[in-house]
């Protein structure tokens, strides 16, 4: 009798087995944190732009009364209760930053776009920051090309400047170099930001773009500055990245398409 044989399916190796099914898990985990993310800046978020929309009311009458406190007060003051009065309006002042900062994180108004050359706007910010560092030992080296259009809002990209500079000024102390470059590449309008600081550890580098995170102290910042930037940046098309500067620093690389006006930021 004739037998026929079936061809043998080969079998798989047990270790290429095991390493498919750790890969699978290690992914599976990753999408399972990524989601939690999410959902947990969805709720942060809502519950943000709720808590700024009531603390607008009374914040605007303590930002009006009390330097009209003070003016009226002015003759009866000692030097206590105006050292007292001068820490409230400072307080007040933070609260109102960080209350636009949540605004603008769940803003749902939008300025018109139109036709902007981002170098301009990088060059204002770079010389508005260099005024203020009159005194302190920081070389600010700025490269910028001016002539380059984009569409979109130039305030929000100005805004993603001022951020990304003001951090690298807090890295570097009053001591140290931080490098400014525009140009144009290829299609784009890449922007980078570059400080001698201390940098962004490794295992940080994905963290520095999320909600509310920051290495700052307690009070000294929201951490939603560079989640801000990031959702502007994007809104544009563009991109923006966390990396090592040749300065030994953090490097903020942006990247915003050479639009035109018919394809404008809706």
């Avoid at 498919?20 to 942060?44: F, G, I, S």
Wanted: charged share 25%; with cysteine; aromatic share 4%.
């Amino acid at each position: 009798m004739l037998r026929i044989m079936q061809p043998s399916q080969p079998r798989e190796p047990e270790n290429a087995t095991l390493a498919t099914q750790v890969n699978e898990a290690e992914r599976l985990t990753r999408l399972t944190e990524q989601l939690a993310r999410c959902e947990r800046a969805a709720a942060l978020g809502s519950l943000a732009a709720s808590t700024a929309h009531n603390l607008r009311n009374p914040l605007s009458a303590l930002l009006t009364g009390l330097p009209a406190l003070r003016k009226r007060l002015a003759d009866r003051l000692d030097d206590t209760s105006t050292e007292l009065l001068d820490v409230l309006m400072d307080c007040a002042q933070r609260i109102e930053g960080m209350t636009l900062d949540l605004l603008n994180l769940s803003r749902n108004d939008r300025d018109a776009s139109a036709s902007f050359a981002p170098g301009s706007g990088l060059l204002a910010c770079t010389r508005v920051f260099g005024a203020r560092l009159d005194g302190a030992h920081v070389e600010l080296q700025s490269d910028v090309d001016v002539q380059a259009m984009t569409c979109g809002r130039a305030g929000e990209i100005n805004h993603v400047f001022m951020n990304v500079i003001d951090n690298a000024l807090r890295a570097v102390e009053g001591h140290g170099r931080i490098r400014i470059c525009g140009h144009v590449e290829g299609r784009d309008y890449v922007v980078r930001i570059g400080d001698s600081g201390p940098g962004i550890a490794p295992d940080l580098l994905r963290c520095v773009f999320e909600d509310f995170w920051t290495t700052r102290p307690a009070g000294e910042g929201t951490g939603l500055g560079l989640s801000i930037a990031r959702k502007i940046v994007q809104e544009h098309g563009g991109s923006i990245e966390a990396g090592r500067s040749e300065l030994g620093g953090a490097l903020f690389t942006i990247r915003l398409p050479l639009r035109q006006a018919e394809r404008a930021v809706a």
